[in-house]
């Protein structure tokens, strides 16, 4: 055999054991796996270093991805549950006029974990998938979750619902480290921790005595009364911000009806309706949100208050019922709620705090969809919007 055959033939050779090895090497996806980062429920996740195909299991999740992406907010977005259009219409219309692109997300659910397609999630073939501790979409011991996990599809958790004003924070960073923001993260987290420990550091000293008594009632008048949150979401709203969730002794778990006559027994003094009726909306409820304009809020908010059960309630004796944004029981942007409960329970403790401009601060400069809506009410203009000069911030 002459020299130059000899060495076609050990170069094919050579050539045929190179492919062979390159076959039995696993696939990996693009952004081939780089980090491992822990979720909020402890759990060590390998995702890639800088995601190109996310999933959300719940369409809200975009909220918490505002502050991260800013105006290329759907750039990599897949899929995600329809729920978002449905339970929030007027952020939806907002945030399609900056992002028309949004409707060429693929929806995988109506607005339950058990509408959601499994093969359309595998079809759209993400490389990172974001979930909730709990809510809508799929969770932890899910079908969905499990035959990801199986197909080695990078999953990670969040909560901005069941304890969001412990997991608000650490939810962020962990978005931030898993999608390569970590800087943007940082951004905001650093306002929002600031503003929690500035009404923290405040409130530290305050007796149990001189913090007043509070009843949620959520989705006012969508749904009968009443449906409230007990340990958990809204009702840690209320006792970061310095009351007392009377709810909290009535109910086990995180959200849960109780009577009327429990609401008439308890005479909280403050009542904090929630509610996400939009303009257009028909049927009773309270008219909070994008789009929606003050006077209509608080005209919804003085509707819903002539309820005959509550005349003789100490709240409403005094005016102390408001009304609130729903949607910030699971949203990262909650601080603002905070605030506004703060200043409603406290008003003399928390005089210079400002969470309307603390509002048009997040829409302006942590979201891409500017200001205008409406996201707290009162039964009268409150002094502090009367006369903003009045006092001046110290934060």
């Not at 402890?42 to 991805?65: C, F, M, Q, T, W």
């Not at 007027?90 to 409707?103: A, G, L």
């Not at 199986?150 to 990670?156: C, F, R």
């Not at 939009?278 to 809020?297: F, I, T």
């Amino acid at each position: 055999m002459y020299g130059w055959q000899k060495r076609i033939i050990k170069s094919f050779s050579l050539g045929v054991f190179a492919a062979g090895l390159f076959f039995a090497l696993p696939i990996l996806p693009s952004s081939a796996q780089a980090k491992t980062v822990k979720d909020i429920l402890g759990r060590n996740v390998s995702v890639p270093d800088h995601p190109k195909r996310i999933l959300l299991g719940e369409g809200r999740l975009i909220y918490a991805l505002e502050p991260l992406e800013g105006k290329n907010l759907f750039d990599r977005v897949v899929g995600w549950q329809g729920e978002f259009k449905q339970a929030d219409t007027q952020t939806y219309t907002k945030i399609k006029k900056s992002f028309p692109e949004m409707d060429k997300v693929a929806v995988i659910g109506k607005t339950t974990a058990d509408s959601v397609n499994p093969e359309k999630v595998l079809d759209l073939n993400p490389d990172l998938v974001i979930l909730s501790t709990s809510g809508h979409g799929p969770g932890l011991e899910d079908p969905l979750t499990l035959r990801l996990q199986k197909a080695n599809i990078p999953i990670i958790f969040v909560d901005f619902r069941h304890d969001p004003v412990t997991n608000t924070v650490p939810s962020l960073r962990l978005l931030g480290e898993a999608l390569d923001r970590q800087a943007e993260a940082k951004a905001y987290t650093d306002f929002y921790k600031k503003r929690l420990d500035l009404i923290q550091s405040r409130l530290k000293d305050l007796p149990v005595s001189k913090r007043p008594t509070v009843f949620l009632d959520m989705l006012a008048g969508a749904r009968p009364c009443c449906h409230t949150a007990g340990n958990g979401n809204m009702g840690h709203f209320v006792d970061a911000a310095g009351g007392k969730n009377v709810a909290a002794a009535l109910l086990p778990g995180v959200f849960g009806e109780v009577s009327i006559e429990q609401v008439i027994a308890s005479n909280p003094d403050f009542i904090v309706m929630d509610g996400t009726r939009g303009p257009l909306a028909e049927g009773p409820g309270l008219r909070m949100g994008a789009l929606v304009n003050p006077d209509d809020a608080r005209n919804s908010l003085n509707q819903l208050s002539k309820m005959p059960a509550l005349a003789n309630l100490k709240a409403s004796k005094e005016k102390h019922i408001y009304g609130i944004w729903h949607s910030y029981y699971d949203n990262p942007f909650n601080i603002v709620a905070i605030e506004a409960m703060a200043k409603w329970f406290h008003p003399d403790l928390f005089a210079d705090l400002d969470p309307d401009a603390d509002l048009n601060l997040i829409e302006n400069r942590f979201t891409s969809i500017g200001s205008g809506g409406t996201y707290w009410t009162s039964l009268e203009e409150p002094v502090f919007l009367k006369d903003k000069s009045a006092s001046k911030k110290s934060y």
